[in-house]
């Protein structure tokens, strides 16, 4: 008799902790405390610096967003311009503009200037 009930408070136990696990990995997942630092803004005074440089190199606009660690630079700042444009900014360490990228959504990225030419000509 002693057996089957500690089997039962082992069964309700192990349910128990179970339970507890499930709850707190569903609350993890909910708040978003994965390691997707994409999603993330960046914080700190070396951002500040790059916000205000990408804003200077873009003639203005607002900072939408901002990633540290970025694949294209150590700095990537997002700014949309006054027109509802938007560019994306690459910084390195130094706070040296490498380049920047206009999000245009639905659009190809790579197309060069050549390219433009033409289909301004309708060619």
Same mark, same amino acid.
């Given at each position: 008799m002693? *057996?089957?009930a500690?089997? /039962?408070?082992? /069964?309700?136990?192990?349910?128990? /902790?179970?339970?507890?696990?499930?709850v707190g990995a569903g609350v993890a997942y909910a708040t978003g405390s994965g390691d997707d630092s994409s999603e993330q803004q960046a914080t700190g005074p070396g951002i500040e610096k790059a916000k205000g440089i990408a804003l200077d190199h873009t003639n203005g606009g607002h900072v939408t967003g901002t990633e540290v660690g970025d694949e294209e630079g150590y700095y $990537?700042? $997002?700014?949309?311009? #006054?027109?509802? !444009?938007?560019? #994306?900014v690459h910084? +390195?360490? +130094?706070?040296? /503009?490498? &380049? *920047?990228?206009?999000?245009? =959504?639905? !659009? #190809?990225h790579e197309r060069s200037d050549d390219n #433009?030419?033409?289909? =301004?000509? &309708? $060619?």
């Open positions: 002693q *057996t089957r500690r089997n /039962v408070k082992t /069964v309700l136990v192990a349910a128990a /902790v179970a339970m507890i696990l499930l $990537e700042v $997002e700014v949309t311009k #006054d027109d509802g !444009s938007q560019v #994306d910084l +390195d360490r +130094d706070f040296n /503009v490498l &380049g *920047t990228l206009a999000d245009r =959504e639905g !659009s #190809d #433009d030419a033409h289909d =301004e000509d &309708g $060619e």
